[in-house]
């Protein structure tokens, strides 16, 4: 999409932000005071989690609707969502008397569903379909098909992501001027196409980066192929970024106008969003924290002191019930949680051996799942531990390998550590 200029440029943000005026979707930009002296740059968060949805998607949702030629249309709207763009077209919706179907896939958590469900109130419908965004999608636009009803796309639209670009408009409107670099989470396109048409248009000298979740990486390897590829999808936790085929639109302006994209461990992720709770006080959603957890990825491009990084907290829906996963998470990507399979002779003292040989002082047991096998001389049992420090790790280890005992380590990403997390 060579010529995405002609249909997404500064003029069409400009457009989208005097029709989202009325509805009041600004948010604040705000100094984080902990990540500034992390970092040695002025870091601002812009605060997209604070809409009355959540979510930077109620300005997509809402442009395209609101903006449809033909006014609201007879069959209603429909569209498929992770959660969040759910949640934009189902204020939308409501406040523009108009009916709507929205798909999700099955594994959406459910306060986003419950989310929804308010929002929209008796105008919208809330299905599921398949596991993914893409099941979701097809579902969408096989229901558009069957009734007449109106797509509303959540990232391959110029009016949807005009919408998005409101975001960096308004960025630069609070700082007055345009920031030195400003970060995007990025699933299907629509964030980073939006504020990169913006910026592009300004003609600012910001450096656009992007952050991505590693189980699925769809924008990188698009743009190392130079068209939108589709990629496994191996992690769907950061679920607000994660789509199997970005937008052609997307990939177009990406190609262009990024400076920089950085690809994020799912548990640096989550170590950032209990960071942004604890220290802060902030409620994200695995998404919303990703530009920020990117930041130590992409020091080379913060500069020298003194400059404004800008970082999208794009939504803030999380579900207390996600914490438990968060923190074990975490855990692991900080080097304090380790899981081992550990071969048990079927003899008295064996578990006193293991305890007294292997662990440290402060080594404790999190997890023990053991399996007694009557015809067997060694029965498996699943041993999670947590250290008190990373550097624990080496001298448990090598008390291990010394201790004559059948031990495995699990290793984060293998499938049966998968299966744990």
């Known amino acids: 999409m060579s010529d995405w200029r002609e249909v997404l440029n500064l003029a069409t943000v400009r457009a989208a932000a005097e029709r989202l005026a009325p509805i009041g979707v600004q948010t604040p930009l705000q100094r984080n005071e902990?990540?500034?002296?992390?970092?040695?740059?002025?870091?601002?968060?812009?605060?997209?989690?604070?809409?009355?949805?959540?979510?930077?998607?109620?300005?997509?949702?809402?442009?395209?609707?609101?903006?449809?030629?033909?006014g609201p249309p007879a069959a209603g709207v429909t569209c498929a969502s992770a959660g969040n763009h759910a949640q934009g077209v189902a204020w939308s919706c409501r406040h523009l008397g108009v009916p709507g179907t929205v798909f999700l896939p099955g594994r959406t958590p459910r306060q986003k569903v419950d989310r929804i469900r308010s929002i929209g109130g008796a105008l919208v419908d809330v299905r599921f379909a398949g596991t993914t965004f893409d099941d979701a999608a097809a579902a969408a636009a096989a229901h558009a098909a069957a009734t007449g009803a109106t797509v509303v796309p959540?990232?391959?639209?110029?009016?949807?992501?005009?919408?998005?670009?409101?975001?960096?408009?308004?960025?630069?409107?609070?700082?007055?001027?345009?920031?030195?670099?400003?970060?995007?989470?990025?699933?299907?396109?629509?964030?980073?196409?939006?504020?990169?048409?913006?910026?592009?248009?300004?003609?600012?000298?910001?450096?656009?980066?992007?952050?991505q979740p590693a189980g699925a990486p769809a924008m990188a390897r698009s743009l190392a192929a130079g068209h939108p590829v589709r990629v496994d999808i191996t992690d769907d936790f950061v679920d607000g970024a994660v789509v199997g085929t970005p937008g052609a639109l997307g990939v177009a302006v990406a190609q262009e106008v990024l400076s920089g994209l950085a690809i994020v461990t799912e548990g640096r992720i989550c170590t950032e969003l209990l960071a942004l709770y604890q220290e802060d006080g902030i409620v994200a959603e695995p998404a919303g924290a990703l530009s920020i957890a990117a930041l130590e990825h992409l020091t080379d491009h913060l500069g020298d002191p003194?400059?404004?990084?800008?970082?999208?907290?794009?939504?803030?829906?999380?579900?207390?019930?996600?914490?438990?996963?968060?923190i074990e998470r975490s855990l692991v990507d900080r080097g304090l949680k380790h899981y081992f399979l550990v071969q048990f002779p079927q003899q008295p003292g064996a578990l006193r051996r293991f305890l007294d040989e292997c662990l440290g002082p402060d080594d404790d047991i999190t997890l023990f799942e053991y399996m007694k096998k009557s015809s067997r001389e060694l029965g498996p049992a699943l041993v999670g531990l947590e250290l008190a420090r990373p550097e624990d790790l080496s001298p448990l280890l090598d008390r291990m390998a010394t201790s004559g005992l059948e031990i495995e380590s699990m290793t984060p990403g293998s499938a049966l550590f998968r299966f744990l997390l």
Not at 42 to 65: C, T
Not at 180 to 194: E, N
Not at 311 to 319: A, E, I, P, Q, T
């Open 34 to 70: 902990r990540l500034s002296a992390r970092y040695g740059v002025e870091v601002l968060l812009k605060r997209e989690d604070l809409q009355s949805v959540r979510s930077y998607k109620i300005r997509g949702a809402y442009n395209f609707i609101a903006g449809l030629s033909g």
């Open 154 to 211: 959540a990232f391959d639209d110029p009016a949807t992501a005009a919408g998005q670009g409101t975001v960096g408009l308004e960025v630069v409107e609070q700082l007055g001027r345009p920031p030195d670099a400003l970060v995007v989470p990025i699933g299907g396109g629509g964030l980073v196409a939006g504020i990169g048409a913006c910026l592009d248009g300004l003609g600012a000298p910001t450096q656009l980066l992007g952050a």
């Open 306 to 326: 003194g400059r404004t990084v800008v970082c999208v907290l794009s939504g803030g829906n999380n579900d207390v019930a996600r914490y438990g996963d968060i």
